[in-house]
């Protein structure tokens, strides 16, 4: 399986964070596998070399001995240090029970345990534990029941590795529970990356560094193994199996959210032939990114997190954050009749119709697009002034763009600027979007995907009436994933702007399982996937719904999904997070998915990765 995983914000690229964590050792091979099943789902470099297992064997070994009850507890038995042991280590040097025996790697033990079992004994557990190449003999240096382990007949590979532990998260080793239960205990780590639970030993020899285990979080369970090769200029005193252990711990949650990541996305890209995706995650302020296929079938480029994306009506909270920006800095109010700031709907009906009412579709039962005759602004305005609501504001929720466009066109009034340039010269960059545009600039275009319709043709968004100001926003997951941060409170912003972004979380109004704020769509922390997706129901999303207002409005809530869905003719977006756990996830195609597997995908990916603390 190949990952085409090209950054990851704060921490670089998983390259270089391997390369940072093994200075002055190359990596032979990093695999993991899921335990239950024991598929290889990450195999990078050679991950077939059979080489000495070192001291990763002690983990066999620990299950040998207990289960022919040598070895009895933590403690016990604890044997004395005798001359001629093997003391390559001062702290070796004194009584060893089971604990420091592991923790220390120390080989005088190991050694008592496999005389404790004799040669048949110790060689049939090596058989039955199908054990690398299972050779126990031994060669012309070193005594097969001793030593066999220790840079001499018996081998093993990274895969191998993976097989054996499979084999022992899943009990299938022949061995008591007791000498289950006890390894586990003796191998687990006061390490815990990313909240996983790890069980490991290290393992140095001839050069080579191991590191291998199983890790665990809540149902999850995935087995790994790391291979190094330590560089003869490395200090004598760092042992290869640390340098091997220390890279891996460090780069253990990215790896994984990699894996799970591939798993979501890849399937969903096939399904729906979609040609490029990228997706970003934000995980306790950390962004990964995650890039698949390309940005045009015609060229071949690459997807990167610089890739530039139609997000469609995921655009439409960067207009509810304008509005609430701007009334931060008292150039409106959202309980405003539209009319104040757009004098031509004067004595229309919009003198009865507020702000919020656009910012929560609940203005009446404007139609979900601009009527086709409609050409000019002028002529929009002249509809609009026209108009009348069939349901009176506030009573129904009738998503559409007419009501998303004339907020961002009363907004840009209050400003007294163009729309386009108050989100591209105020917004965008307050919220330090350098690459988010409704306007892509000509030096810029390279990076602009190329969007695929549902037959496959190349098309972009049109520029008809309202496309710059319900759905023209043009952004990559670089610069999407920031905003999900200033919206989790995750990023230091102006104190205005700060209060902007909380204000779009404001509940006004519900309907069904579904709260409205300012165009985020909030549900509670504890509601699960088929509540998320009543949003992408055609009943929710063409069709008037009648809402109960909140009075006074939700305030902001912690512990709960926010979330939005985007498209134009050619593209897809989704964005989905939760401030309590401090997770988000942006995912954007250049071709169309459909929602309800857009809000699954994501949802069971965050519930994977960020899963709930109760």
């Not at 439409?316 to 009749?337: E, H, I, N, S, W």
């Not at 005759?373 to 504001?393: E, R, S, V």
């Not at 979007?433 to 990076?447: C, G, L, Q």
Request: aromatic letters at 10%; hydrophobic letters at 40%; proline letters at 5%.
């Amino acid at each position: 399986m190949t990952f085409r995983i090209t950054a990851m914000a704060l921490l670089g690229s998983l390259a270089a964070l391997a390369a940072a964590s093994v200075v002055h050792a190359a990596e032979i091979c990093t695999a993991i596998a899921d335990a239950t099943t024991g598929k290889v789902l990450m195999q990078r470099g050679d991950c077939q070399r059979q080489v000495t297992p070192a001291s990763t064997f002690k983990i066999p070994l620990s299950l040998m001995g207990y289960d022919a009850g040598f070895l009895k507890d933590l403690q016990a038995p604890e044997l004395p240090f005798r001359q001629g042991y093997v003391d390559w280590r001062p702290s070796w040097r004194s009584a060893t029970g089971p604990a420091k025996w592991m923790s220390e790697s120390v080989v005088w033990y190991s050694q008592q345990i496999t005389q404790s079992l004799g040669q048949a004994r110790f060689a049939a557990y090596t058989k039955r534990f199908e054990y690398g190449n299972q050779d126990v003999s031994g060669d012309a240096g070193h005594d097969g029941l001793t030593a066999a382990w220790l840079e001499s007949s018996l081998r093993i590979s990274p895969l191998g590795q993976l097989s054996f532990l499979s084999r022992l998260v899943n009990r299938q080793l022949g061995v008591t529970g007791h000498a289950y239960a006890m390894t586990a205990q003796l191998t687990q780590s006061n390490q815990s990356p990313g909240g996983w639970r790890i069980n490991g030993k290290t393992g140095s020899g001839a050069g080579y560094g191991w590191y291998v285990g199983w890790a665990s979080k809540g149902a999850r369970t995935y087995v790994f193994a790391r291979l190094i090769q330590k560089d003869p200029t490395q200090a004598a005193n760092v042992p290869a199996g640390m340098l091997a252990r220390d890279g891996l711990i460090e780069e253990f949650p990215a790896m994984i959210n990699a894996i799970e990541v591939e798993q979501a996305i890849l399937p969903l890209m096939q399904k729906n032939g979609v040609p490029g995706m990228a997706v970003a995650l934000s995980l306790n302020g950390k962004h990964y990114f995650y890039n698949y296929g390309v940005t045009s079938k015609e060229t071949g480029q690459a997807v990167s997190n610089a890739s530039l994306f139609e997000i469609g009506s995921l655009s439409k909270t960067f207009t509810a954050t304008l509005a609430t920006y701007a009334q931060a800095q008292g150039k409106l109010v959202m309980t405003d009749p539209v009319s104040r700031h757009l004098p031509a709907l004067r004595r229309s009906s919009f003198d009865n119709i507020n702000l919020i009412h656009l910012a929560t579709h609940t203005v009446g039962d404007f139609p979900m697009q601009v009527p086709q005759d409609i050409k000019t602004y002028d002529q929009l305005m002249n509809y609009y002034k026209n108009w009348k609501p069939g349901h009176t504001a506030g009573t129904y929720r009738t998503y559409s763009n007419l009501g998303i466009g004339l907020l961002s066109i009363a907004t840009a009034a209050s400003l007294d600027m163009p729309y386009v340039d108050a989100v591209e010269k105020m917004l965008f960059p307050a919220l330090g979007m350098t690459h988010s545009y409704i306007k892509v600039p000509a030096e810029h275009m390279a990076h602009y995907a190329q969007g695929y319709d549902r037959e496959g043709t190349p098309v972009r968004v049109n520029p008809n009436v309202l496309a710059d100001e319900a759905y023209g926003v043009k952004s990559n997951t670089r610069d999407l994933v920031r905003f999900l941060d200033a919206n989790m409170g995750l990023m230091q912003l102006d104190a205005k702007l700060a209060r902007a972004v909380a204000d779009t979380h404001k509940g006004y109004f519900k309907t069904g399982v579904m709260t409205q704020d300012l165009i985020w769509e909030q549900y509670p922390g504890e509601a699960g996937v088929e509540q998320l997706l009543a949003s992408t129901d055609i009943r929710m999303s063409q069709q008037s719904n009648p809402v109960s207002t909140i009075e006074p409005p939700l305030p902001p809530q912690a512990d709960a999904w926010l979330h939005k869905t985007g498209g134009t003719g050619g593209f897809s977006a989704y964005a989905l997070f939760n401030p309590a756990r401090r997770a988000g996830i942006v995912m954007l195609a250049n071709r169309f998915v459909p929602g309800d597997e857009r809000v699954s995908t994501a949802f069971t990916l965050l519930e994977r990765v960020a899963p709930a603390v109760r």
